[in-house]
Every structure is written in structure tokens, then in C-alpha cells.
């Protein structure tokens, strides 16, 4: 009798458990299909300002290289926090339409390979997007021309974003660290 019992309660519950999802992935092509309508493809650029000099900076070190020489002499570890301002062009002084808010930290052990590892929020203040982010997220061989790094996410108009970002230095300062870069985005989005 008890083997009968737990029998019948499995099938029960695989029972329920398909019904519910079968029912909930109804219920969210339903709402995908009515709510967002079509995908649709914007491409944009931006200036990304990252200023670590200066009595205001945008970029501070939160996490120092270690101390003690590795083989390699390199700067893996270093970690910064960013709040950079966003604009339309590369001029320091055109206005902000957005925020980079996130960290970088130099992932790779080799100086002849540096990489930086990005995870930030760009998020718009101004304009078409004001009040949306768009989250980007990858390697950034910061020592290479052209860069491709992922967009994985976002909020408010670009609600579903994927897509990606072509990243180029447009001037960096070695004795300061400060870079403008520009980011031409490709985004997927409802």
C-alpha cells in the first residue's frame, strides 16, 4: 500500500509541475509578444570620460596591485571604481548625457596582454534614453585599437538588451592615467 501511495503522488506532482510550467511559459510569451512588440536594432555612440587626476576625479583605485614582484612585473589586481561621465563627442566640456557607473580591474597577468575586466552601468541622464542603463560586461584588451566588448542587459527603453559595443582610445594621458573612449553600440532591444 505505501508503495502504491508514493506512486501515485509522484505522478501527481510531475503532473502539477508540468501543467505549471506549461501554463507560466504561456503566460510569458503572452505577455512578451503583447507588451513589447517588435525587436528593434538602435546603434549610438558615446564618449566614455575616465579621469583619474585632479581635485574631482571620476576613477579611484579601490584595490592596489599587490606589493611583493611577480615574474611578469605587471599591474594585475588593480582595481578601480568609475562614476565617468557620458557624452555625445570627445570633448571634455560637452555636456553629460549619462553615467558610467561600475569597476574595471586589470585581469590578466602578461604587460604584453593587458586586459582589463569591465562590469558597469551606463546610465543616461538626458535625452531619447534619460532614466534607461545598458550593462556592459567582458574583457577589454584596452591596448588594442578596436575593441569588442558584450552588452548584456539594460532597463527602461532598452528593457531585453543584448548586443555589443566597439570601443576605441581616442586620447589617453600616460602620465595622468585620464582617457576618452569612444563606444559605437549596436543594441538589440523591444
Keep these: 500500500m505505501g508503495k502504491n501511495t508514493l506512486t501515485k503522488f ?3 506532482f510531475i503532473l ?3 501543467i505549471l510550467t506549461a501554463e507560466s511559459n504561456n503566460v510569458l510569451a503572452a505577455h512578451a509578444k503583447h507588451q ?3 525587436e528593434k536594432l538602435s546603434n549610438f555612440t558615446v564618449y566614455w570620460h575616465d579621469i583619474l587626476s585632479g581635485h574631482d576625479p571620476t576613477s579611484v583605485s579601490i584595490v592596489s596591485p ?3 614582484p611577480n615574474k611578469n612585473n605587471s599591474i594585475f589586481g588593480w582595481v578601480q571604481m568609475i562614476d565617468n561621465k557620458l557624452t555625445l563627442d570627445g570633448d571634455p566640456k560637452s555636456k553629460s ?3 558610467a557607473q561600475g569597476f574595471y580591474a586589470v585581469a590578466s597577468l ?3 596582454d593587458l586586459a582589463l575586466l569591465m562590469t558597469m552601468n551606463f546610465y543616461f541622464t538626458d535625452g531619447k534614453y534619460k532614466g534607461s542603463t545598458l550593462e556592459i560586461l567582458g574583457r577589454n584588451a584596452f591596448m588594442n585599437k578596436v575593441r569588442e566588448m558584450p552588452i548584456v542587459g539594460g532597463s527602461g527603453f532598452f528593457r531585453f538588451a543584448r548586443g555589443y559595443a566597439l570601443l576605441s582610445t581616442k586620447m ?3 602620465s595622468t592615467g585620464d582617457a576618452i573612449v569612444k563606444y559605437d553600440l549596436y543594441v538589440m532591444h523591444y
Excluded: L, M, W
Aim: glycine share 10%.
Design 10 to 12: 509522484s505522478f501527481s
Design 16 to 18: 502539477f509541475i508540468s
Design 36 to 38: 513589447y512588440g517588435n
Design 66 to 68: 599587490p606589493p611583493y
Design 97 to 99: 548625457i549619462g553615467r
Design 110 to 112: 602578461d604587460p604584453k
Design 172 to 174: 589617453f594621458n600616460q
